[in-house]
């Protein structure tokens, strides 16, 4: 499993931008799937999760502003950022993990970069 991030870029406070993360292969086959995001100097966090159940969740400190989404027919997932600020600037990745062999398989995409200015 291969994933590609992009859509990053630079932002206004207050704006939003739209990540996307291509997965190679099919959708189906991934268990969770989410983004993360690691601002300098701090630890890699959870930004937004689609559980084995399918369900959505989120971090107080992006909910109702985040939508993780995802298209199984582009074999895509997304991520619609809203009301950005200077604080949710940081590398974004997206992230798949899939159950094979009775073990998690974890995979990682390249990172894109997301910089709201004041």
């Known amino acids: 499993v291969q994933l590609q991030a992009s859509g990053g870029g630079l932002v206004q406070a207050g704006g939003s931008l739209r990540l996307s993360c291509v997965v190679s292969?099919?959708?189906?086959?991934?268990?969770?799937m989410g983004w993360y995001r690691q601002a300098p100097g701090k630890q890699r966090e959870l930004v937004a999760i689609f559980t084995d159940s399918g369900t959505p969740n989120y971090p107080n400190s992006v909910k109702g502003r985040f939508t993780i989404s995802r298209d199984y027919a582009k074999n895509t997932m997304y991520l619609q950022m809203n009301s950005l600020n200077t604080e949710d600037t940081a590398v974004y990745y997206c992230?798949?993990?899939?159950?094979?062999?009775?073990?998690?398989?974890?995979?990682w995409g390249q990172g894109t970069q997301v910089t709201v200015s004041s």
């Open positions: 992230n798949a993990v899939q159950w094979r062999g009775g073990r998690a398989h974890d995979y």
């Open positions: 292969g099919s959708l189906s086959s991934i268990n969770v």
